[in-house]
């Protein structure tokens, strides 16, 4: 079912009703290391100037091709751009980009399962645990 839900998303986001998604979804393109075919997929993202953020459940496989970096493809917005991808995969650098990408988006937090404090800042220790089941994506774009 995941796999009509990102076809559909991924249609969408290629055509002038991508309006509908484009604010928080991108399409990202990446080359397999392996098999040399390129994937593109729909993802939720975050921008911060010349950079798009995402994050990624580790046990999906997409993100492992931007190991060491790598060239991607954005379809953002309706616009074709591209970008150098990198991934980081280390507990600390995961829940410090993560405590980032969720204090510009605080409505995502309890979608990641962290908590806010009585001063209504995310709860370090949540945003550790969190960091454990993911990736943080990092695309400079180039265009």
């Known amino acids: 079912m995941a796999n009509l839900g990102n076809w559909f998303m991924s249609w969408i986001l290629r055509t002038p009703f991508h309006r509908l998604l484009s604010e928080n979804v991108l399409l990202i393109s990446v080359t397999g290391r392996k098999s040399g075919r390129e994937y593109a ?10 950079e798009i953020w995402i994050t990624s459940r580790r046990e999906r496989t997409w993100w492992r091709n931007l190991r060491g970096g790598a060239p991607v493809k ?32 605080p409505s995502l937090a309890r979608y990641f399962g962290v908590g806010l404090d009585s001063e209504g800042k995310l709860r370090g220790e949540d945003v ?12 400079k774009i180039l265009d």
Request: charge should be positive.
């Open 74 to 105: 954005l379809r953002l917005a309706g616009k074709m751009l591209r970008g150098r991808g990198e991934v980081f995969e280390e507990d600390v650098r995961v829940a410090k980009y993560m405590a980032e990408f969720l204090q510009r988006s």
């Open 41 to 50: 997929l729909p993802v939720n993202y975050q921008r911060a100037g010349d």
């Open 128 to 139: 550790a645990r969190a960091a454990l089941e993911r990736v943080m994506v990092r695309v």
